[in-house]
């Protein structure tokens, strides 16, 4: 059995058994007939099926981000922000997918040449819990308007989210489900990777995870995408806005209680600006509402897991037991659930943890450079590239220094975000692949060459 758990109170929610092996090969049988019915349905009527999509996730916002709260924690206003984008990336891609998916002119030789972009099949996405429906859309609506069919492998944490998923995309094409759940566990996945019925996978999630999967893809030679792992960057050179920057860099540090890939983790900060930034951002992180979060007024929650919170006090600790000062927070809240403090670690250093893991959870670490080029520096001493923010009034010097970093996207003066008209995806042991956008779109498709032979004379 599944058990799901409330982490705002640590008592269990429900039990959900796992699916059983005939389950299982029913839904695989099911997506390979649906499949070639999907992949032959004009782009034209795919863009439909997505606006009815749209149209149920507004219908069921409030709902399903009750049902995000009770999983993972998540502030329910965040929650129902993250069903409204849900919806928003089904009218983007139902507006543009059909400019992406028509056939591109390659002149060549020929009579006529040209670039078609064919769907691969059957999909397994396998996704965390921290988005638990935004993920899901983020890597499927791509693939789905471009002609393939899902499977989805979610959390256990969320497993609930998984289902309702599924029910948003129950009955909106007639030949057979587009979007599956399977209640699998991780082994059972990775087997299933290997089945001939599945053409390729994606996933979201930890640098574990992602290794175990790319392995498992390449042992069947099939095509994966990997969204993993990240310690973003937030640097902020002297003559930044620093009233913006700090309020900027409060919600890209806590929002979603500290817990996503894409959050700022390390904030590098200019010599000269080192103690204005540090005073004001403690000042803003001790100021946050901590409480329930179905609360509206609750601007942080629980960590999704309590082995989740263990870990955050250990990076925390051990950072400060190295060198670094700790400015506020630091502990474990004295309540039923979760929660931890909102927690500012300053002078981190190289080779300690919160510098050089992933930390997922309401823990920011802040560490000053000589200069642009050194915070540069700093920015790319990770193992991650995922997103980077650079704070300046000189846009133009930005744009150089945003030449030299190793991330995937890098945003100037704003907080790094996902953006359906935006390829999303980094480098190094932050993954490799691109979703959303016309990248997300052709990820998961043939990209196949027609050439017809030039007119016989």
Known sequence: MIETVNPTTGRPLEQIPYATPDDIALRLDRAQRVRGVWAATPVARRVEVLAHIAQRARERRDALAEI????MGKPITQARAEVEKCATTCDYFAEHAPAMLVDEPAPTNAQRSYVAFRPLGTLLAIMPWNFPFWQTFRAGIPALVAGNVLLLKHAPRTTRCA????????GVFEAGPLLQTLLVNDETADELIGDPRIDAVTLTGSGRAGIAVASAAGRS??????EL?????????RDTEMEQAVETAVTARFQNNGQSCIAAKRFIVEESAYREFLERFTAATKALRIGDPMDEATQLGPCARDD????????VRSTIDRGA??????????????????????????????????????????????DADDAVRLANASQYGLGCTIWTRDVERAQRLAQGIEAGSVFINGMVASDPRLPFGGVKASGFGREL?????????????????????
Request: hydrophobic content about 45%.
């Open 68 to 71: 995000a709260v009770r999983e």
């Open 163 to 170: 289902l309702e998923t599924e029910r948003l995309f129950d």
């Open 221 to 226: 030679l099939k095509k994966c995408v990997l």
């Open 229 to 237: 792992g990240g310690s973003d960057a937030f640097i902020v050179l």
């Open 308 to 315: 989740l919170r263990e870990t955050l006090h250990r990076q």
């Open 325 to 370: 000062r700790l400015l506020c927070g630091g502990h474990f809240v004295e309540r039923a659930g979760f929660f931890y403090e909102p927690t500012v670690v300053a002078d981190v250093a190289p080779g300690t943890p919160m510098f050089d893991e992933e930390v997922f959870g309401p823990a920011a670490a802040v560490l000053p450079a000589h």
């Open 437 to 457: 956008s016309h990248f997300g779109v052709h990820e998961f498709t043939n990209v196949q060459s027609i050439w017809l032979a030039p007119a016989q004379r």
